[in-house]
Every structure is written in structure tokens, then in C-alpha cells.
């Protein structure tokens, strides 16, 4: 379960940067490819995932899965 107190924001990770040591080249490497299309993605099922920090890196879980319906 999650805390009363804390709000659950649920999110898509699709990249993660440690440590940005060039902060304005990598700014300009986003505007660059922000609108590029890249091709087509099918999705067959969506999983939920918890992340566990340890001393030694994230460890994931998966707590479940949904398949999605439809034609591609």
C-alpha cells in the first residue's frame, strides 16, 4: 500500500539520465528529435511495476499485467 499521506502520481519512465553533466547540449538534443516520429510501436499488454531502491540499484517487480484487446 501507499502512505496516507503521500499522493501516488502515476507515470511512464521511456528514459532516465543519471548524472547531466551538459545540461544545455542535452537540451538542444531534445528540441532537435522532440517531433521526430520515430515508426510504430505495438503495444500487446501493459504491465504495473514496482521499483525497490537498494544499495545495490533499483530491483523491479512486476505486480500485474492487462493485455489489451484490438487490431493492429
Given amino acids: 500500500g501507499f502512505k496516507a499521506d503521500k499522493r501516488f502520481h502515476p507515470h511512464l519512465t ?3 539520465v543519471k ?6 547540449g542535452l537540451q538542444r538534443l531534445i528540441d532537435k528529435y522532440f517531433k521526430v516520429m520515430f515508426g510504430v510501436l505495438y503495444v500487446d499488454f501493459i504491465s504495473v511495476m514496482e521499483s525497490t531502491l537498494t544499495s545495490a540499484g533499483p530491483r523491479y517487480s512486476e505486480i500485474q499485467r492487462m493485455y489489451l484487446k484490438g487490431e493492429k
Fill in 14 to 16: 521511456l528514459a532516465r
Fill in 19 to 24: 548524472k547531466i553533466e551538459d545540461k544545455k
